[in-house]
């Protein structure tokens, strides 16, 4: 079940996950005041200022969110011995990250973004840095590192990178064969228009204008044209997965094999997206690395998102934050619609559909329910956050099946479905496949039962994705009605 899958996520897999963030490492600076006069000096406004706040920025940033997820995590780059190198030191030793990877150079400056927010609006930053690739063997220390933590064990890799000179393409291509080699998943957050530095990683977290500028114009945020550049892109690319994170949007990702997934943002009172990618490519590494579907993670990284969006600066994520947040969720959407008529259901489920979730779709008899029937409806509701179970008629069933069929009928059918917590509704439909009324459903996949090929499956043009599932050897209706037959015919029933 996919709610047991985010439970076991959230409650036990963070805190064993091991991670590594490599990239440009920075401090955030925040300064917050009240502004209410224009200074006599210059048409300028007069910050009086209230309060200062300093958190870690860039892969730090990154870096941070993973470890307020309880998950362990070891963080490299390079930052200068300065005051916002020591700074930076403190701040990470404050918050529990390994810096054995950061190298502190005196012929670097500390990245520092500052921040001026008068009456919680930006109104100015102020960038102190000075952008300086590395050289061969601040390369070569931070390559060492990478091996040592790979010895250990690791279950991702994140490479941040925000331009300033850490991930040069010499040290991205041994990073990625490592990885490879130790068969240890990567995201990317990309900076430039050449991606082709990033051939060999998993995925890549671009934002629209990202997205765009790797393909030399600009893209409207919708849907097809996000999917189109995208594809555009992994063409050219050596990636599996682009993770585009569309602000309001929510995000969108698509694979090297044309496979795409959408999921809305949250809907939120205050939406600073400061952060906000920090906190996706975070929360995508740690799914990745646990093992749950693209579908789950994606449900997971835009409700993080969403937390974080609601926040004024740059804010990481809490693993308790993402653990109410789902809870609450749940309780919104509590299963069990019933049985209801074609258009109640094609209601419903696009009322689901619109809030991000998904619904998959299954069809049959169901004349007598046995093991067999749990345990495929049980795997076809993992595969989504609802399942809807399409029932032949009586009518139907003896079309299918002959005049002795059905044993049980479709009101009776449809009440011992309902009682199988899996299920989240069932409709009822009179011809002999549910090619009809996928038409009108149109859920987001179709899972059928048995030796078929995707291609083949009726009503499969209704639906983003057609999955094959087995059947649980041993159990078959007609079977048990054989059974009870031949009991019945050597009189011990």
Same mark, same amino acid.
């Given at each position: 079940?996919?709610?047991?899958?985010?439970?076991?996520?959230?409650?036990?897999? /963070? #805190?064993?996950?091991?991670?590594?963030?490599?990239?440009?490492?920075?401090?955030?600076?925040?300064?917050?005041?009240?502004?209410?006069?224009?200074?006599?000096?210059?048409?300028?406004?007069?910050?009086?200022?209230?309060?200062?706040?300093?958190?870690?920025?860039?892969?730090?940033?990154?870096?941070?969110? *993973?470890?307020?997820?309880?998950?362990?995590?070891?963080?490299?780059?390079?930052?200068?011995?300065?005051?916002?190198?020591?700074?930076?030191?403190?701040?990470?030793?404050?918050?529990?990250?390994?810096?054995?990877?950061?190298?502190?150079?005196?012929?670097?400056?500390?990245?520092?973004?500052?921040?001026?927010?008068?009456?919680?609006?930006?109104?100015?930053?102020?960038?102190?840095?000075?952008?300086?690739?590395?050289?061969?063997?601040?390369?070569?220390?931070?390559?060492?590192?990478?091996?040592?933590?790979?010895?250990?064990?690791?279950?991702?890799?994140?490479?941040?990178?925000?331009?300033?000179?850490?991930?040069?393409?010499?040290?991205?291509?041994?990073?990625?064969?490592?990885?490879?080699?130790?068969?240890?998943?990567?995201?990317?957050?990309?900076?430039?228009?050449?991606?082709?530095?990033?051939?060999?990683?998993?995925?890549?977290? #671009?934002?629209?204008?990202?997205?765009?500028?790797?393909?030399?114009?600009?893209?409207?945020?919708?849907?097809?044209?996000?999917?189109?550049?995208?594809?555009?892109?992994?063409?050219?690319?050596?990636?599996?997965?682009?993770?585009?994170?569309?602000?309001?949007?929510?995000?969108?990702?698509?694979?090297?094999?044309?496979?795409?997934?959408?999921? #809305?943002?949250?809907?939120?009172?205050?939406?600073?997206?400061?952060?906000?990618?920090?906190?996706?490519?975070?929360?995508?590494?740690?799914?990745?690395?646990?093992? /749950?579907?693209?579908?789950?993670?994606?449900?997971?990284?835009?409700?993080?998102?969403?937390?974080?969006?609601?926040?004024?600066?740059?804010? #990481?994520?809490?693993?308790?934050?993402?653990?109410?947040?789902?809870?609450?969720?749940?309780?919104?959407?509590?299963?069990?619609?019933?049985?209801?008529?074609?258009?109640?259901?094609?209601?419903?489920?696009?009322?689901?559909?619109?809030?991000?979730?998904?619904?998959?779709?299954?069809?049959?008899?169901?004349?007598? *329910?046995?093991?067999?029937?749990?345990?495929?409806?049980?795997?076809?509701?993992?595969?989504?956050?609802?399942?809807?179970?399409?029932?032949?008629?009586?009518?139907?069933?003896?079309?299918?099946?002959?005049?002795?069929?059905?044993?049980?009928?479709?009101?009776?059918?449809?009440?011992? /479905?309902?009682?199988?917590?899996?299920?989240?509704?069932?409709?009822?439909?009179?011809?002999?496949?549910?090619?009809? *009324?996928?038409?009108?459903?149109?859920?987001?996949?179709?899972?059928?039962?048995?030796?078929?090929?995707?291609?083949?499956?009726?009503?499969?043009?209704?639906?983003?994705?057609?999955?094959?599932?087995?059947?649980?050897?041993?159990?078959?209706?007609?079977?048990?009605?054989?059974?009870?037959?031949?009991?019945?015919?050597?009189?011990? /029933?």
């Amino acid at each position: 079940m996919i709610n047991d899958r985010i439970d076991a996520f959230l409650l036990h897999s /963070l #805190p064993k996950l091991r991670l590594a963030v490599l990239g440009d490492v920075m401090v955030d600076r925040y300064i917050f005041g009240d502004v209410s006069r224009i200074s006599p000096e210059a048409p300028v406004p007069v910050n009086l200022v209230s309060s200062i706040k300093e958190v870690l920025g860039g892969a730090a940033n990154v870096a941070n969110n *993973l470890a307020h997820l309880d998950c362990q995590v070891a963080l490299a780059g390079i930052a200068g011995i300065d005051d916002h190198g020591r700074l930076l030191e403190e701040l990470l030793q404050d918050n529990r990250i390994d810096d054995s990877g950061i190298l502190y150079e005196s012929t670097h400056k500390t990245t520092t973004k500052m921040r001026i927010l008068g009456n919680q609006q930006q109104m100015l930053r102020l960038d102190f840095e000075a952008t300086e690739s590395i050289n061969k063997e601040e390369e070569n220390r931070l390559l060492n590192w990478l091996k040592k933590q790979l010895e250990k064990g690791l279950d991702g890799i994140v490479i941040s990178d925000y331009g300033k000179g850490v991930c040069t393409p010499s040290l991205l291509k041994q990073v990625f064969g490592l990885a490879k080699a130790h068969q240890v998943p990567t995201i990317v957050d990309p900076k430039g228009n050449d991606w082709t530095k990033y051939n060999g990683a998993t995925c890549i977290t #671009p934002n629209i204008k990202e997205l765009g500028q790797c393909l030399g114009r600009s893209l409207a945020n919708k849907d097809d044209i996000v999917v189109e550049g995208a594809k555009e892109v992994l063409k050219k690319v050596a990636i599996d997965y682009i993770i585009a994170t569309r602000s309001a949007k929510g995000i969108s990702v698509i694979s090297k094999d044309q496979q795409v997934w959408h999921n #809305p943002a949250t809907k939120q009172e205050v939406f600073d997206v400061s952060g906000a990618g920090d906190t996706v490519v975070a929360m995508m590494i740690t799914t990745m690395a646990a093992g /749950l579907s693209i579908r789950t993670a994606l449900h997971v990284a835009n409700t993080a998102a969403g937390i974080v969006v609601s926040k004024v600066g740059t804010y #990481p994520i809490h693993r308790q934050e993402l653990i109410d947040e789902w809870n609450e969720f749940r309780n919104r959407t509590r299963r069990h619609t019933g049985v209801l008529s074609w258009d109640d259901m094609a209601r419903q489920i696009k009322q689901w559909q619109d809030k991000g979730e998904t619904v998959v779709f299954t069809n049959g008899c169901f004349d007598i *329910l046995h093991p067999g029937h749990i345990t495929y409806l049980a795997q076809a509701a993992d595969l989504g956050d609802h399942l809807i179970v399409g029932l032949n008629s009586d009518a139907s069933v003896r079309q299918l099946k002959g005049e002795s069929r059905p044993i049980n009928k479709q009101e009776d059918r449809a009440t011992m /479905l309902m009682a199988l917590s899996s299920i989240d509704g069932v409709v009822i439909f009179n011809e002999n496949t549910p090619a009809k *009324l996928l038409s009108i459903l149109r859920p987001d996949i179709l899972v059928k039962g048995g030796d078929y090929r995707p291609e083949t499956v009726i009503g499969g043009e209704f639906v983003d994705h057609v999955d094959i599932l087995p059947f649980k050897e041993g159990y078959s209706t007609t079977g048990l009605i054989h059974r009870i037959k031949a009991l019945v015919k050597e009189g011990k /029933l």
